[in-house]
């Protein structure tokens, strides 16, 4: 599938949407990876509000499922989050209005009318949360997913944050089992992505590899779960920061042809922007 002509999930970040043309791409799974406080919930958060964004204004107008593996959703972050983002969407569409030298009054109406509906309060109610306290948990929830998305077909996004979690404290010991079970979750979301025609973005922590060139050894950040997941997602998206400076950098990995220089970004109270 061209990334450029299916439909797209707008992260709000210019630099990371254009790399796939408008946005993230529907009907995949994206793999976001990082040190703790690179911004993944973040975004995660992010992206169930800008998933809301009515169709009228170029968004995917659907709700969102939120697996929520080590507690750290947030109902007050999303609600600001989604506050700043209707701010933004009525000022950009007042000045796409006042801006065309022949307003098509018509299309600003419906325009207008479909923000509208969309309040902070229907973006908190458009997100379904879920806990997963464990691994089983976990395995449960996602076979029992295909049924939540045929109950709900407006959902157009699943966010499992984090997929690495449990993963890390409840199959340490057995590596063989917990490759099987990672290759199988992975084929699970990855056909129900195409099935549904949602997104699925996980969640994934970091791991130092090494690599030896010319007799050096150098080390470098890899996604944690390794080869049970590494091939599903359609793109991962690599999280970094600086220690010394409040902004993170995003490198995408795709099997798409996508440039894969960083996008320098910043953390505000609106949620992951671009930097500068």
Request: with cysteine; glycine share 8%.
């Amino acid at each position: 599938m061209d990334p450029s002509q299916a439909p797209h999930l707008f992260t709000f970040i210019r630099g990371l949407d254009e790399k796939f043309g408008r946005g993230l791409p529907v009907g995949e799974v994206v793999q976001l990876c990082g040190v703790p406080g690179t911004g993944k919930t973040t975004l995660c958060h992010q992206l169930a509000a800008t998933v809301q964004i009515p169709t009228e204004l170029g968004g995917l107008g659907g709700t969102a499922v939120y697996i929520d593996t080590e507690g750290s959703f947030s109902a007050p972050r999303l609600r600001s989050m989604a506050t700043h983002m209707l701010t933004h969407l009525q000022a950009r569409l007042t000045t796409h209005t006042t801006q065309r030298a022949t307003p098509n009054s018509q299309l600003a109406d419906r325009m207008g009318a479909a923000l509208a509906r969309v309040t902070p309060d229907t973006v908190c109610d458009g997100v379904r949360v879920v806990r997963a306290l464990d691994l089983a948990e976990l395995i449960a929830v996602l076979h029992v997913l295909p049924g939540m998305l045929h109950a709900a077909p407006g959902v157009r996004v699943v966010l499992i944050d984090s997929l690495a979690a449990h993963f890390r404290h409840d199959m340490t010991s057995v590596p063989r089992d917990r490759l099987m079970v990672l290759t199988e979750l992975a084929d699970t979301l990855s056909t129900i992505a195409y099935r549904f025609g949602v997104s699925i973005i996980i969640t994934n922590h970091t791991t130092t590899r090494y690599t030896e060139s010319a007799g050096q050894r150098a080390a470098y950040l890899a996604p944690a779960l390794g080869d049970g997941i590494v091939a599903v997602p359609a793109a991962t998206v690599m999280m970094t920061r600086d220690n010394t400076s409040t902004e993170r950098s995003l490198k995408v990995l795709s099997r798409f042809a996508i440039d894969r220089r960083p996008v320098a970004v910043t953390i505000k109270e609106e949620g992951i922007r671009d930097a500068g």
